[in-house]
């Protein structure tokens, strides 16, 4: 017998106006202006100090997004629910995380052994990942880990988070040097989750919040330009914290910014665009026109486009495919 649930209000569903399109810009902030510009000249030109830190902010809120929607649904610790579970995440991510690597490994992106080693979710703990695939790699180990988040109390959840943290920073220190990035964003999905369980979104208006919050972007700033290890664990203030303010402005758009088909249209791509941006950036390179004000406008008004239509279809068509399964007679 497992054991019960402690019971909570169900957080935001996917549709939650706010968290859309709080999911669409981040997502295109990430594809459309980071990785869009590492492109044009020495693909350094458009990084700087500041932007690092933003990075740090823009991805923790995503991770934290994510552990948010993810802790909505109910879970009991048990073998066929926690099954059903993680069904229900590795199908909607890991086939498709499969076709990126493997289009990584074709274009010279990655070699076979990052690819399998990434496949098998081990790169955060034994780096490194193919380029951008590491967020997907440690996505995934957040799901593998969820179950120990989103069952039982809000007390033995943060009891788990903690000491899945410390876990890592043991291996780090006495196991080997592992990609800290990992530690950076498994904080802000716990956060997401230890936030959604709580059942109350008013715990983004508090005050006493919103000030930690912000000393916490002004301490995750200060150290950027620190040695990697210690960076990584400074912003993870920030990326549980700053996600409480970005979805309290967010929630003050009017619907008519949040609730159209432009947000639709890029949730919607922003899984498929995520994983295969890399490899339509690098294909569609070939064409690029001299210049490097000509190649902005060709990666804004050509590349990227493309990869957004192109993502959308092929979600689409993914997400029929999985509907066409789950329709199918089970066999006798």
Not at 39 to 60: C, F, K, R
Not at 66 to 77: C, E, H, N, V
Not at 254 to 272: D, E, K
Not at 305 to 315: C, E, G, M, N, Y
Request: glycine share 6%.
């Amino acid at each position: 017998m497992g054991f019960a649930l402690h019971r909570w209000t169900p957080a935001a569903g996917p549709r939650d106006p706010a968290i859309e399109a709080a999911r669409a810009l981040l997502m295109l902030y990430v594809i459309g202006y980071l990785h869009l510009g590492s492109y044009v000249g020495d693909g350094e030109t458009h990084v700087g100090w500041a932007s690092v830190g933003i990075t740090q902010l823009v991805l923790g809120s995503f991770t934290f997004i994510s552990g948010y929607l993810l802790a909505a649904k109910p879970l009991r610790f048990d073998r066929a629910e926690v099954t059903r579970f993680y069904l229900r995440r590795f199908i909607r991510i890991y086939p498709l995380f499969l076709v990126a690597l493997t289009g990584f490994v074709a274009l010279g992106l990655t070699d076979w052994h990052t690819a399998a080693r990434s496949a098998l979710g081990l790169t955060m703990f034994w780096p490194w990942s193919p380029a951008t695939l590491w967020y997907v790699v440690m996505l995934l180990v957040c799901y593998a880990v969820a179950p120990l988040l989103l069952a039982g109390t809000k007390r033995t959840a943060l009891a788990a988070s903690l000491t899945l943290l410390a876990f890592m920073a043991a291996w780090h220190q006495l196991v080997m040097r592992m990609d800290l990035r990992m530690a950076t964003q498994f904080a802000a999905f716990a956060s997401g989750v230890l936030v959604a369980r709580m059942g109350s979104r008013q715990l983004r208006v508090s005050p006493a919040i919103g000030s930690a919050a912000i000393a916490a972007i002004a301490l995750q700033f200060f150290t950027t330009g620190d040695p990697v290890g210690e960076s990584a664990w400074t912003a993870i203030p920030a990326v549980c914290l700053c996600p409480l303010l970005l979805l309290r402005w967010m929630d003050t758009w009017p619907a008519a910014c949040t609730q159209n088909r432009v947000i639709h249209f890029l949730s919607h791509a922003g899984l498929c665009a995520y994983l295969f941006h890399r490899i339509a950036f690098t294909f569609l390179e070939r064409w690029a026109p001299q210049g490097e004000l000509m190649h902005w406008l060709w990666l804004l008004a050509v590349s990227l486009p493309v990869i957004l239509v192109a993502s959308s279809l092929i979600q689409t068509a993914y997400d029929q495919l999985l509907l066409v399964r789950h329709a199918e007679p089970k066999s006798p």
